[in-house]
């Protein structure tokens, strides 16, 4: 059964730091790695999309890498400002649908 | 814009009285998903729906069930709702393309139980 760990559990960053946030999963076999942003009270976003056959997607200041071998993804956040403040949260899945981490809580000081 | 609706964003209601939870799409999506999300929790996956075919997580509790009479909307109904059933209730679609599912989620249904 697949289970996705999220380090750290909480972050906090000055304004305009370079930041990474990790994933690991312990089944291998995933079609796809999705990262989410979740604001408080609110529904989730979906920020990037790493197919299986992929390493890494850019989107913006976003950067997130997937290494099926060793089980983890990574989101790299690039000049951070406050309105990133939020969980960030990372999902995979196989054979069965998404499985959750329980989510990184960034927090970017002005 | 196409998009995942939730109605209502906020619902309360007493011990034990039964409740619907609302999912529209405009997305044409196949996969519907229902999730449990508790403070500082991941969502805990309940159900999904592909295409017609109902699939139930064997942990989600009798208490819950969920229907979904066309390709646009889903419901969950709640037929007698415990204090720890509070939570926030998130749907969400995709679309199978290459193997590939990327899921697309509503804000969200805020549970409150009294």
């Known amino acids: 059964k697949q289970e996705v760990t999220q380090i750290p559990a909480a972050l906090s960053v000055p304004e305009g730091e370079n930041l990474v946030l990790n994933c690991s999963f312990t089944?291998?076999?995933?079609?796809?790695l999705q990262w989410f942003r979740q604001d408080p009270g609110k529904g989730l976003t979906s920020l990037l999309l790493?197919?299986?056959?992929?390493r890494e997607q850019t989107s913006g200041r976003l950067n997130a890498s997937l290494d099926k071998s060793s089980g983890r993804s990574t989101l790299y956040i690039a000049a951070s400002q406050p309105g990133d403040s939020a969980t960030y949260l990372c999902?995979?899945?196989?054979?069965?649908?998404?499985?959750f981490g329980k989510g990184t809580r960034l927090s970017v000081i002005a | 814009d196409a998009m995942v609706i939730q109605n209502p964003r906020y619902q309360v209601t007493q011990f034990g009285k039964p409740v619907t939870l609302s999912c529209s799409q405009t997305?044409?999506?196949?996969?519907m998903y229902w999730y449990q999300q508790k403070s500082s929790q991941a969502p805990k996956l309940l159900f999904h729906?592909?295409?017609?075919?109902?699939?139930n997580e064997a942990d989600t509790p009798d208490n819950f069930q969920s229907r979904r009479p066309n390709t646009s909307f889903c419901f969950l109904d709640i037929r007698s709702p415990g204090l720890g059933d509070a939570a926030m209730y998130l749907c969400a679609t995709s679309k199978e393309q290459g193997g590939t599912y990327e899921q697309y989620f509503g804000p969200g249904t805020r549970l409150t139980v009294t």
């Open positions: 999902a995979g899945a196989g054979n069965t649908p998404l499985v």
């Open positions: 089944d291998s076999a995933i079609y796809n």
């Open positions: 790493i197919q299986s056959s992929q």
């Open positions: 729906y592909y295409d017609k075919d109902f699939n």
């Open positions: 997305l044409n999506h196949n996969v």
